[in-house]
């Protein structure tokens, strides 16, 4: 399965859930090509799109490994078998984890054209255009969670089956159109997959986003 972009993925994962009958009150896209995929399944749902900040704790030695995410406003999660795994780890990832928490925060005040949602006894559903480790979307989860959401879901057109299977310890559903076996890297199942434009990001925040 591909897709020619981020657009076309959303499209696609949208019928998916309608057929699926899932009912949200707010769906959140995870910056930035998450956003993207998440915003034609909130107009197919019919409910308001915001977004969720989130940050990849990458590994000190190789920063695209991911061994922790954060999420706003003060989820940190890490991996804890590669912590317990070597305990020099943790030490390492100290000043990591401190830049990454001022780009989050960055990042929020950026998205939040009028402040963060409310998630409080709110069905929410979870769009990112893949889930590799699905480091990101399960802080994203915990910080629903934090936040008193009614219900949490989580959807994306790809991702691994570690990645699901992770998630499914924190999620109330998971629907991914292709949880791959094989998988490889989330950019290599879309024929255009460059980063998209803030602006672009900013502009389906403000006319989808709630009154």
């Known amino acids: 399965m591909r897709f020619a972009s981020r657009e076309e993925a959303g499209t696609r994962l949208a019928e998916h859930l309608k057929e699926q009958e899932i009912q949200a009150d707010l769906v959140l896209g995870l910056p930035r090509g998450g956003i993207v995929v998440a915003a034609p399944v909130a107009r197919k749902l019919n409910v308001p799109l915001a977004a969720w900040a989130v940050r990849k704790i990458g590994h000190p030695l190789n920063p695209e490994f991911a061994v922790g995410a954060l999420?706003?406003?003060?989820?940190?999660?890490?991996?804890?078998?590669?912590?317990?795994?070597?305990?020099?780890l943790h030490r390492g990832l100290v000043e990591r984890v401190r830049l990454e928490q001022v780009t989050l925060q960055e990042m929020a005040h950026r998205l939040h054209l009028h402040g963060p949602p409310e998630?409080?006894?709110?069905?929410?559903?979870?769009?990112?255009?893949?889930?590799?480790?699905?480091?990101?979307?399960?802080?994203?989860?915990?910080?629903a969670r934090k936040l008193d959401a009614e219900?949490?879901?989580?959807?994306?057109?790809?991702?691994?089956?570690?990645?699901?299977?992770?998630?499914?310890?924190?999620?109330?559903?998971v629907h991914i159109l292709w949880p791959d076996p094989d998988f490889i890297a989330v950019?290599?199942?879309?024929?255009?997959?460059?980063?998209?434009d803030e602006s672009e990001i900013l502009r389906?925040?403000?006319?989808?986003?709630?009154a």
């Open 71 to 88: 999420a706003e406003p003060d989820v940190l999660w890490l991996e804890e078998r590669f912590v317990r795994a070597d305990p020099g």
């Open 119 to 143: 998630l409080r006894h709110r069905r929410v559903l979870i769009v990112d255009d893949g889930l590799a480790t699905g480091a990101t979307a399960y802080a994203a989860v915990l910080a």
């Open 204 to 210: 389906l925040l403000k006319e989808q986003g709630e």
């Open 187 to 196: 950019g290599h199942y879309y024929d255009a997959f460059d980063p998209p």
């Open 151 to 173: 219900h949490v879901m989580v959807a994306a057109p790809v991702g691994s089956t570690e990645a699901v299977h992770r998630l499914r310890q924190g999620a109330d559903e």
